[in-house]
């Protein structure tokens, strides 16, 4: 993966300066090498998970860094003079460009529409600048080792360097820093070789001070990135994922995180985990196909929240579904499942399919202002757990009146309802709502690694049965462990509890009463 | 909404016009003054306006357009009873209870809420029946409104020790002898709210006029509130500041300047037991404004706005001359009516009722108002709340402010998110009313502009670049005060009654300003009328 064009270092090109230490600066060749390694290795995985298609982004990730690295080694005959102070510029330069690579990477993925460009030019100029160094260490070294224990020297400790950063970095350093914080420390370790240099190199270099100024400076820079490289997430939040974060958004309504991690992906809005790639197929089944199977026939189909599209994508499975409206107040939410890659494959690119209309609007306010349009036979309600009162309001009987406003008079609504074993009584309080506003509910549940157990309620204006026969497709559900679903445990048994309104809320203090019990 | 939108913006561009200083000092928003018409309400003070040569007959003349008019004319109507006119001196009916609406929301110009009635308040119920706010009764009998209508949680938070509270007493850092003294206050309530007279009576109710006249209750108006808690040993500082802020906000008064009777009464009248809580509120984005819309349906094309009662004179008996100055078409009209409805302040009766003052001698003086400042906020976007703290409620509260606070227009319409307007309120406390309007009057647009700005900018830093623009409008006469002594005078006793063919109907008339008050006062005056007629139905009431 490191090869790259041999260049014979030309005779006679300079005076060989006095003695230095030949074996000691064959070592930063070592560090050099892995340096390059690592932030090589950095951007293909930073763009594999931000654009998808590893092969493809880790193959033109590769592809820039070599030829920039020819690039480099060409232009280094430019270099005449002051060798081996252009050797410690070098050092720093790749120091801040590598150190910071996976930092801008990220704010620009998120702020920006330059990825691509960004991602291309850091990654030629740091293969630029450590194709620059090799030649020059050489040169550096030409008159003091002979030529071909120089080349042999330079060479294997070059690849050994390679492999020794190829080896760290799946194995220790993605895991345990993640990509941010080891871009920036292997920054350091290059600002700290050209520090180093600057001591084995001062026969060559003549008055060094301000050289060694520049270092300390660069050093301060990297370290200071290092402490600060929670910004990329709330201090609260590194204790709140455990895995590596691969993007990080404010929008206008909330803070998106997508994480990712023994071979998953998971989505966090606010904090809170919506979905983890690796079992969401357990909940959003359920969620979508017992209110398909209990009226079956459904073709105008109303989602409320839910705009990672996987609701969606269990819903267009049912072939006589001809029209999906998804109401989801985020337009960045939406736009990003569409998107971003690990998200479009998980929703089998739902977004582009033609059924389907996005509006971005608070669902509540929404359903209020909605007075024309034919009536929805089914409804999927999927909002975050009700920990705000801006989102408690969406589990209110007003909520689901306005909602029952808009559909058929007897259409399926499917509700999620938070874990009635972690949160009994908040479960049992969305489900007394709904039938306070006047719907017939049938509450189900389901196991799953995520999230534990976990709650839905089945609603209909008018009189329904445990449904029985779903699609014969599906990864988790059957007929008969749909029907299993909506028998329930003595510990999950209703409660009596007070009915949500938008003038008490007592959805949003139940809520978080119960949930601080567990965290 | 109050206003169509083009009116709106025919208002606002005066508005604007007004507002000619602004940026000079480099404001980054705008800010203007909104009605109230203060210069032709003076006019009518100094006598500037001419008279009328023709009088048109008429039977009944409503004067003034508040609720007390609206809801009289609103009676009138629903009899089926068409021969009459309401004088407004505004460009639109409504009276501090009007609302206005720009491109974010519609938002109040004062009063912003009502306290959701029991089933003893039939008109007010009548008319939340009509709004299709009331949607039935339950098996008890009690009123069941619309959800959508009642205040939705969070209501209210405080701001206090650099962060945001639950609720309006500030119970953070409150010492056993604070909760003591709280819990105190609140079973005396109780006490009162089941108290009866041998009649039966309960001693608070809404309307007041219901509520039991007995010696105690009236003894209570003898002191002031802050002598009945002194007597009492309430002298817990944050108990204090929440029964002040209570006077404040519904009276525009101090916990000296308040009787205690209106002081009991804001806590007494609207429980219906001990130890329930107190009714829950009625609100809307363009507050009181809804009540306004609905009231004024059944008899839109009888309203005149712009016009200006100036004089009512009895001709003969039974024959009242009304002088009117027509401001939009710069000309005096009159009217020859059988019945007039006063439904104007007290100290308005002074200069157009000339034979007031003799029939009166008592005074119409001792009726004395609070100037009250309602300044509507609008933002491009919500200031990003800290953390850790309340999140943001319909009703905020700055704890060392002399504001109120701010209401957010758009809570009742749902929106959480996005552009908004805050309806910040301050009403002048001091007791020499005079000076305090003398002082609001002397504040000019970015004056008032900067207040409001600093008064926010302690609860929210950074909102100056957020803010679009400040809407102020100025309530020379805001409220009426409830003085000690006030509420049960001899002169407001015999304010109610009709003098030569006019009948009386305001707020004022209860010593207290609430629209519960000033609409059932407007039923009265027009059924008073009806019966003079001969026309008398049932009574609303």
């Known amino acids: 993966m490191n090869e790259r064009p041999e260049l014979p270092a030309p005779e006679g090109w300079e005076e060989a300066g006095p003695r230095i230490s ?147 970095f799946p194995l220790f350093l993605m895991p345990k820093l993640g990509l941010v914080r080891t871009s920036l420390l292997f920054g350091i370790l290059n600002a700290f070789v050209g520090f180093w240099s600057t001591f084995l190199l001062r026969s060559q270099l003549g008055p060094a001070f301000g050289l060694r100024l520049r270092c300390v400076l660069v050093l301060v820079c990297l370290g200071g990135g290092l402490t600060q490289a929670h910004r990329f997430t709330l201090a609260t939040e590194e204790e709140i994922f455990q895995d590596e974060i691969i993007l990080a958004k404010d929008t206008r309504y909330q803070r998106i995180v997508m994480t990712r991690g023994r071979g998953s992906f998971q989505l966090f809005l606010n904090g809170q985990l919506q979905f983890s790639s690796a079992d969401e197929y357990r909940y959003h089944e359920a969620l979508v196909h017992p209110a398909f199977a209990a009226r079956p026939g459904g073709t105008r189909v109303l989602v409320c929240g839910g705009g990672d599209g996987l609701a969606l994508r269990e819903v267009l499975r049912h072939p006589e579904v001809r029209e999906v409206t998804l109401v989801d107040l985020d ?48 409804a999927v309600v999927d909002f975050p757990d009700p920990n705000s009162y801006a989102l408690g309001k969406l589990y209110t009987t007003r909520f689901y009146r306005l909602l029952r406003r808009q559909l058929t008079k007897d259409a399926m609504v499917a509700v999620q309802s938070t874990s009635p074993l972690f949160a009994r009584r908040s479960y049992w309080c969305i489900l007394a709502t709904l039938e306070a506003a006047g719907y017939q509910v049938r509450p189900y549940h389901l196991a799953m690694p995520s999230f534990g157990v976990w709650g839905f309620a089945l609603a209909s204006p008018a009189p329904f049965e445990v449904p029985r ?51 | 909404m109050v206003l169509k939108r083009r009116e709106f913006l025919a208002s606002s561009l005066a508005a604007s016009a007004l507002a000619c200083r602004r940026r000079r000092r480099g404001l980054p928003f705008e800010a203007a003054f909104l009605g109230p018409a203060v210069d032709l309400g003076h006019r009518l003070r100094w006598g500037e306006l001419k008279e009328p040569s023709s009088f048109e007959p008429v039977d009944v003349v409503v004067a003034g357009g508040g609720i007390a008019g609206l809801g009289a004319a609103w009676r009138l109507a629903g009899e089926g009873f068409g021969n009459f006119v309401l004088c407004e001196m505004e460009d639109d009916v409504g009276g501090t209870s009007r609302g206005g609406l720009n491109g974010v929301s519609a938002f109040p110009w004062g009063a912003h809420y009502v306290p959701a009635p029991s089933r003893d308040n039939p008109p007010l119920l009548r008319l939340l029946r009509e709004a299709g706010v009331l949607e039935g009764f339950d098996v008890k009998g009690e009123p069941i409104f619309g959800e959508q209508f009642l205040v939705r949680a969070p209501e209210e938070r405080i701001h206090a020790y650099g962060q945001w ?28 709210a089941l108290w009866r007279d041998g009649a039966g009576r309960k001693a608070f109710t809404i309307p007041r006029w219901r509520g039991s006249d007995a010696p105690e209750v009236q003894a209570l108006d003898r002191q002031s509130f802050a002598q ?66 609905q009231l004024r349906r059944a008899f839109a094309s009888k309203v005149r706005p712009r016009t200006i009662v100036t004089s009512i004179r009895q001709a003969t008996e039974g024959i009242l001359l009304v002088h009117a100055w027509d401001e939009g078409a710069q000309r005096p009209v009159g009217w020859q009516a ?204």
């Open chain 1, 22 to 168: 030949a074996p000691l600066l064959f070592l930063t060749v070592l560090v050099i090498a892995a340096c390059g390694l690592v932030y090589e290795l950095v951007a293909g995985t930073l763009s594999s998970y931000l654009l998808g298609d590893s092969v493809l982004q880790f193959s033109t990730v590769i592809g820039v860094y070599l030829s920039a690295m020819g690039l480099g080694s060409y232009l280094s005959k430019f270099i005449t003079r002051g060798l081996a102070r252009r050797f410690v510029d070098l050092q720093l330069a790749v120091a801040l460009v590598g150190g910071f690579s996976a930092a801008l990477l990220f704010h620009t993925y998120a702020h920006t529409h330059a990825f691509r460009p960004v991602l291309y030019a850091l990654v030629g100029a740091v293969g630029t600048f450590v194709g620059l160094e090799i030649p020059l260490l050489m040169r550096i070294l030409k008159g003091q080792v002979k030529f071909k224990d120089l080349v042999a020297g330079v060479l294997t400790l070059d690849y050994i360097g390679a492999l020794a950063g190829s080896l760290l």
């Open chain 2, 165 to 192: 509270w639950e609720g309006l007493y500030l119970k953070a850092g409150a010492s056993p002898g604070d909760e003591a003294e709280y819990h105190a206050f609140f079973a005396e309530m109780d006490r009162w």
């Open chain 1, 331 to 378: 337009p960045e939410m939406t736009r990003l499942a569409a998107e971003q890659p690990l998200l479009r494959e998980l929703n089998r690119a739902a977004y582009a399919d033609p059924r389907v209309k996005v509006v971005n609007q608070d669902a509540m306010v929404w359903l209020q202002e909605r007075n024309q349009g034919p009536p929805f036979d089914l």
């Open chain 1, 469 to 519: 026969h779903t699609l014969p497709e599906l990864r988790h559900l059957t007929d008969p462990t749909m029907q299993g679903m909506f028998a329930f445990p003595r510990d999950m048994e209703r409660v009596p509890v007070e009915v949500n309104r938008l003038d008490n809320q007592v959805l949003v203090h139940l809520y978080a009463g119960e949930w601080r019990r567990w965290s």
């Open chain 2, 338 to 541: 059988r019945k007039v409805v006063f439904a104007l302040p007290q100290y308005l009766a002074a200069h157009t009722i000339p034979s007031l003052w003799e029939a009166r001698p008592e005074g119409l003086e001792s009726f004395t108002q609070s100037p009250w400042m309602v300044v509507n906020v609008t933002l491009r976007e919500r200031p990003k709340e800290p953390p850790l703290g309340f999140p943001l409620s319909w009703d905020n509260v700055i704890r060392d402010s002399p504001s109120l606070g701010y209401v957010v227009a758009t809570h009742q319409a749902l929106k959480d998110h996005g552009p908004t307007v805050w309806t910040w309120y301050q009403p002048f406390t001091g007791p020499d009313l005079k000076a305090e309007r003398e002082r609001m009057y002397a504040l000019g647009v970015q004056d008032c502009a900067r207040m409001v700005l600093a008064d926010l900018q302690r609860v929210h830093p950074g909102i100056e670049p957020l803010i679009a623009r400040m809407d102020i409008i100025r309530w020379g006469h805001a409220m009426v005060r409830p003085r000690p002594g006030f509420c049960w005078s001899v002169a407001l006793q015999r304010a109610r009654e009709p003098h030569q063919g006019i009948h009386f109907a305001h707020t004022d008339l209860s010593g207290i300003a609430l629209l519960e008050e000033a609409l059932d006062h407007g039923v009265r005056a027009a059924e008073e009328v009806l019966a003079a007629l001969g026309r008398g139905g049932a009574s609303w009431r």
């Open chain 2, 228 to 293: 009945w808690l002194d007597r009492r040993g309430w002298r817990s500082e944050r108990l204090r500041w929440f029964l002040e802020y209570a006077c404040r906000d519904d009276y525009g008064a101090t916990l000296e300047t308040t009787s205690a009777w209106a002081g009991i009464f804001y806590f007494a009248a609207r429980k219906t037991g001990p130890g329930e809580e107190s009714r829950p509120l009625l609100s809307w984005p363009e507050g009181n404004g809804f009540l306004v819309n």
